[in-house]
T-cell receptor, first 114, second 115 residues
């Protein structure tokens, strides 16, 4: 059974700092990995989708890497801003199944202080 | 264009009552998912619909839970005889098709509280 772990559970940084969020998964047989952002009381916003054949994806100040063989992904946020404050969720789509469901970590709560 | 929409946004019910939650996927998306987000449990998969195929119900926690998708579009998740442990945020997602290439886009969720 696939399990996804995110470290740290919470992170507080001053504005302007670069930061890294970590995600690990137990079964490396995945189709893809997706990073989401969730604001309080809101749904999920997709940030980056990395296919299993890819090593990284970039969008603006965000960069996500994937090391499938070691079961790890990182989300790098450059020059953090207070508007980046949210919960960041990592999710993997395991191969071998037919339902293409996502298995989620419990998230990292990020607070960026002005 | 419009994203995934869900209704109601909040639902408070008494234990033992039935509830229906609605999801309108993005137009043209053939794949639809329901997930549940409970305090301390994280997000868990419930059910998957792809086109007109039989749904994958492997994530439903009990036979009190059921879902249908009419006309390959709108979906309804029904919880019968609600229990307090059913309290959670129920999230719907859709993607262009089932498969590894397609991002899942999530709705804002329905917060269910069972008293």
């Amino acid at each position: 059974k696939q399990e996804v772990t995110q470290i740290p559970a919470a992170l507080s940084v001053p504005e302007g700092e670069n930061l890294v969020l970590n995600c690990s998964f137990t079964d490396s047989a995945i189709y893809n990995l997706q990073w989401f952002r969730q604001d309080p009381g809101k749904g999920l916003t997709s940030l980056l989708l990395i296919q299993s054949s890819q090593r990284e994806q970039t969008s603006g100040r965000l960069n996500a890497s994937l090391d499938k063989s070691s079961g790890r992904s990182t989300l790098y946020i450059a020059a953090s801003q207070p508007g980046d404050s949210a919960t960041y969720l990592c999710a993997v789509m395991s191969s071998g199944g037919s339902n293409y469901k996502l298995t989620f970590g419990k998230g990292t709560l990020l607070t960026v202080n002005p | 264009g419009a994203g995934v929409s869900q209704s109601p946004s909040n639902k408070v019910t008494e234990k033992g009552k039935d509830v229906e939650l609605r999801c309108d996927p993005i137009s043209g998306h053939t794949a639809l998912y329901w997930y549940r987000q409970s305090l301390g449990q994280g997000l868990e998969f419930l059910i998957y619909f792809q086109g007109n195929s039989a749904p994958d119900k492997s994530g439903l926690p009990s036979d009190r839970f059921s879902a249908e998708r009419t006309g390959g579009s709108v979906s309804t998740l029904t919880i019968q005889r609600t229990q307090q442990e059913d309290s959670a945020v129920y999230l719907c997602a859709s993607s262009l098709s089932g498969g590894a290439l397609y991002e899942q886009f999530f709705g804002p969720g329905t917060r269910l509280t069972v008293l």
